[in-house]
């Protein structure tokens, strides 16, 4: 088999209703480049029929090359997983719930070939999407790009094409919590956007509910960005200064003797309990950061497989 010119990283999770329609539709996007490629399956601790669909395809298609986790250790590590296993020139990263369609890989292709290393596609519209989804997904995108550190790309997810020299630059960054798309801007390199219309999922539910969303947020900015504790620090100074400004006030009061709602146990309370809930969020930045550093300490691999298609490690 001749060395791939293109890899494509599909990360399955409870998936067995939409493997067959994805094979089928990268089958015959890719057979239209006349180049070689490879299916890069990862089964994400599936708890349906997705691994063994996955074995299947692996044994009537030697393109396609199974990776099967020991657990569940989530969608951007699995990713990662298909990025240390894979051999293209070329990399494509794609959900496998087809709301992002295998047809615009070609596109993505074509920009590849232009010279640009780093191809995202770019969700121009989002179909079957409630609006409290679109409207954090909007927020969360323009938060990002406002708070962190790299220019990340509004409305872009990992959906995407990646020079096999960009590949390899991420493959030596092993932090624990993994923002690939912010890692994948971070890194630099010509990059460009090709927009496209995301559909709705036809079969399954979302594998990324609010909660999900919420800690990936919570890993993109504290990977990218020191804001959150700058926040604490300008919180602090804020409170601060109200006190000093307070000073003079109570004792200009005292003084008159003037009758006022704002002396009493009901105030000295309130602000107590305000300084209290400061320190407390104050605590709590700082034990997202330290625990990321605890995590990064252990050392422990990213990701356990019980089936990969090499024969080296098995633990990476």
């Known amino acids: 088999m001749p060395k791939p010119v293109y890899s494509i990283i599909a990360p399955i999770f409870n998936e067995s209703g939409n493997i067959q329609e994805l094979y089928r539709r990268l089958y015959e996007v890719l057979d239209q480049t006349g180049e070689a490629w490879e299916l890069i399956m990862i089964d994400d601790g599936s708890t349906d029929d997705s691994a063994s669909l996955i074995r299947q395809y692996a044994e009537e298609d030697s393109r396609v090359r199974p990776v099967i986790f020991a657990r569940n250790f989530g969608h951007q590590i699995a990713v990662t997983a298909g990025l240390d296993y894979s051999r293209g020139d070329a990399v494509v990263i794609i959900d496998s719930d087809l709301q992002d369609p295998p047809e615009v890989i070609l596109d993505l292709i074509s920009k590849w070939k232009e010279g640009f290393q780093v191809v995202y596609a770019v969700r121009s519209e989002r179909e079957g999407e409630s609006w409290f989804k679109l ?182």
Not at 186 to 192: K, N, S
Not at 238 to 253: F, N, Q, T, Y
């Open 135 to 316: 409207f954090t997904a909007s927020l969360f995108y323009r938060l990002i790009s406002n708070i962190t550190d790299v220019n990340i790309p509004l409305d872009a997810g990992d959906f995407r094409l990646l020079d096999r020299q960009v590949v390899n630059v991420l493959n030596q960054m092993r932090e624990k919590h993994r923002f690939l798309r912010g890692m994948s801007s971070w890194v630099g390199f010509r990059q460009t956007g090709v927009p496209y219309r995301r559909v709705a999922r036809q079969v399954g539910e979302t594998k990324y509910p609010f909660r999900k969303m919420f800690r990936l947020a919570i890993n993109a900015v504290t990977s990218f960005s020191y804001f959150p504790l700058q926040l604490a620090t300008y919180i602090g100074f804020i409170a601060a200064g109200l006190s000093i400004l307070a000073i003079p006030a109570v004792i200009a009061i005292r003084l008159w003797g003037t009758e006022t709602p704002l002396l009493g146990q009901a105030t000295t309370l309130i602000a107590v309990l305000f300084l209290g809930g400061v320190q407390l969020i104050s605590l709590g930045i700082l034990g997202e950061y330290i625990g990321r550093l605890y995590d990064e300490a252990k050392g422990r691999p990213l990701y356990i497989v019980l089936e990969h298609p090499d024969e080296d490690d098995s633990e990476i």
